[in-house]
Structures are given as C-alpha cells and as structure tokens.
C-alpha cells in the first residue's frame, strides 16, 4: 500500500515538472526571435516591418487552437493534446531551419501557433484542474526561464555556427522530444476518478461541457475580457516603459534600459514568491490586493513629481501584477462555474494573446497622435477597467453557483 502512495506521488511529481519543462519550451521561441530576425531578414532580404507578418501568422494558429483547446482536449485527453501540439510547435521551428523563402517562414508561424496555443492552454487547464494556486505561480515563472533562455541559445548558435538556424534546430528538437515524453506519459494525465458520479467528486477536466453551451454564458465572457486587459496591462508597460523614460522624461538610456528590464526582473520576483504565499493569502485576498497594488504603482508613474518615484511606480507595477495571471487562470471555475472552466480557461489563453497585441499597440497609436505621457494614463484606465471586471465577474460567478 505504502509502494503504490509513493509511486503515485513520484508519478504525479513527474508530470508537474514536465509541465513545467513544457512552459519552459514554450518561452524559448519568444526569446529566439528577437535575437534571430535581423539574420533572418539579411538572409531572405526582407525589411524591417515583415516581423509582423510573422508575429501576425503565430498569432492566427495561437487564438485558434486555444480557443478551442477545452473541446479538443475532452476528445484527445490531456496527455495526447500536449504530445500532438509540442509535436507541431516542433515541426514548425524546424520547418524554419530548412525554408528556402520566408512566404513558407510565416506559414510556419501558424503551425507553430497553433501548438504553442494548445499547450498553453492544456497545461493552464490541468494545473488548475489538478493542483494548488503555488504550483500555478510557478509554471508560469518558469515560462519567464524559457523567454531568458531563448536569446542564449540563439546568440550561441549565432556566434558559433554563424546562422540563426541552429537555435531553431536546437528548440525544434527538444519540442519533439517534449512530444515524445507526453505521448509515453498519456495515460499518466488521466484521473483514476475521472468518471466520479458525485458532482462534488468532479475536478474541471471531468466536464465534457459543449463549447456551444460555455459561449452563451455572459460570465465567461466577462471573465474572457479580463485576461484581454490584464495582459493588455501586462505588455503596455512592458513595451513602452523604455520610449517613457528616455524620449519623454529624459532618463539616460544605459539607465532606462536597465529599469526596464527590472521591470521584467521584479514580474519574475513577484511571481516566484507568489507561488510560496499565495495558499496561505487566498486566491481572493491576492488578487485584489495585487490589483490595487498595481493601480497605486501606475498612480505613482502618472504622478511623476521626480525620476525617483516613477522608477519605483514602475518596479511595484512589475511585482504586483505578477502573481495575477496565474490565479485568474486558478480562480477560472469559481467565477464561471466548474463545468465551464476547461473551455473558459481556453478562451481566456486566446484573449490574452490577442489583449498583448492590440492595447499595446492601441497604446502605442496614443503616444503618436498625443504624447507619450499618455501611456500612464492608459495603464491607470486599463488597471481601473480590470478591477471593474474583477469585481462583476466574481458576481456573476455567485449567480451561477445559485443556478447550478
């Protein structure tokens, strides 16, 4: 009895840090391309500008296949829609390194989207099912590990084989190793009790919910909404904290670019510890105070009485809204209701892919026509409009819970 607990609990151990390992790949590309594209567009003699139709190709096959990861995944099971996407993902950085023109590097893009969207969206979905808000901080701070990986092993490949090819290579392969390790482990993801016949018994991977009947809830779209605006958040200050400080406040930009990127260094932090308190501080309590957390540091940036107290507005926006991704994504099934919550929380994936592309860009066509100065107040607005939703998405989930 003892030998069959531990083996479960090793066995269970075991696919939380393949999880985690997945999340890890799944940054590594987004760290590659920056790094990669002015070879890239040497080599096929492109401009500029022509990232966007790659970023706009990935895009397309991420929306797409976490959109409908929830439906997949009750037909595939967990194991299998993971072995399937890392299998694509795979395929399609290694499609890179043998396309002759760049027209097949963009339909590349949508293959690999449509697996980097599906594991996004699987693995968010079995953490949140199967385990506790820390684990959930985690994983998602070890896709911060992939995304710091990703231009060291392009740059390496770079100096030492003088092409960008070899870093796609190199990830391409782990991604097809990573296919084979899920493909083993299949049957592994599946709940011994996933057949409970007691609806308190179910986790949200029991639901066989019809996509139909989730998107004709008004809550769910509520909850979509949020994670299109967190990330929106997210990305903004991300993108634009740099041209903030340098263009519009005149900070140096040796230091700029260093408190922009303790930006990211403080997210990262705030993450990390979140996974060790966020138990104990309730998915609730951290929410809501990493919300107003966030809203006091973007007050503090739009204030602005001296360099000092914008670059700590900056940091406290960077450590507080860390830890709110994960536990929204945890907090999916109480706002929605459980039998909802494996195709919400694909949804939600899909919104915030498209929330990281159009308000930082909706920013960005702000500063242009105004000033640049309208950056903070756009982040105060959008942090405003987050805890609204917050807030009326937690009502909504108790007027379900009433109905169900």
């Known amino acids: 009895m003892a030998s069959t607990t531990l083996t479960k609990t090793r066995s269970k151990l075991g696919l939380i840090l393949l999880a985690y390992i997945a999340f890890i790949s799944l940054g590594l590309p987004d760290g590659l391309l920056g790094v ?56 399609g950085l290694i499609g890179y390194t043998l396309a002759p023109a760049y027209w097949l590097i963009v339909a590349l893009g949508v293959v690999g989207g449509l697996g980097a969207g599906a594991i996004d969206a ?171 957390s966030a809203l006091a540091g973007a007050l503090l940036l739009l204030w602005n009485p001296s360099d000092t107290v914008s670059l700590i507005g900056i940091a406290v926006v960077g450590f507080s809204i860390a830890p709110i991704f994960p536990a929204l994504v945890s907090s999916t099934g109480r706002r929605v209701s459980a039998r909802h919550a494996a195709n919400t929380i694909g949804m939600q994936i899909s919104a915030s892919g498209l929330g990281g592309a159009l308000l930082p860009a909706l920013a960005g066509a702000l500063a242009r026509r105004i000033s640049l100065e309208v950056i903070p107040v756009f982040l105060v607005s959008l942090i405003v409009l987050l805890l609204v939703l917050y807030f009326a998405s937690l009502w909504m989930g108790k007027r379900q819970a009433a109905l169900d």
Request: aromatic letters at 10%; charged letters at 15%; glycine letters at 14%.
């Open 36 to 91: 990669a594209w002015p070879s890239m567009r040497k080599d096929f003699g492109m401009p500029l500008d022509a990232l966007g139709l790659m970023l706009i190709a990935s895009m397309i096959g991420y929306l797409t296949s976490s959109f409908f990861s929830g439906k997949v995944m009750a037909r595939l099971g967990v194991g299998r829609l993971l072995a399937v996407s890392c299998m694509l993902t795979g395929a």
């Open 122 to 292: 699987g693995i968010n979905t079995y953490i949140a099912s199967e385990h506790g808000e820390g684990l959930m901080q985690w994983l998602h701070a070890s896709f911060g590990i992939g995304v710091t990986l990703g231009p060291i092993i392009m740059t390496a490949g770079i100096n030492l084989f003088q092409t960008w090819r070899t870093g796609y290579l190199v990830v391409g392969s782990a991604q097809i190793a990573l296919a084979a390790c899920f493909a083993v482990t299949a049957g592994m993801w599946k709940r011994e009790d996933g057949s409970a016949k007691q609806e308190e018994d179910k986790r949200l991977l029991d639901y066989k919910t019809s996509m139909r009947e989730t998107v004709r809830q008004v809550g769910v779209w509520v909850s979509v909404l949020l994670f299109f605006v967190y990330v929106g958040v997210e990305l903004t200050l991300g993108h634009w904290s740099y041209s903030l400080l340098t263009e519009s406040r005149g900070i140096a930009p040796e230091t700029a670019g260093l408190l922009a990127g303790g930006y990211w260094g403080m997210f990262t932090v705030g993450r990390v510890l979140a996974g060790l308190y966020a138990q104990k501080a309730g998915t609730d309590l951290l929410l809501r105070g990493s919300m107003l």
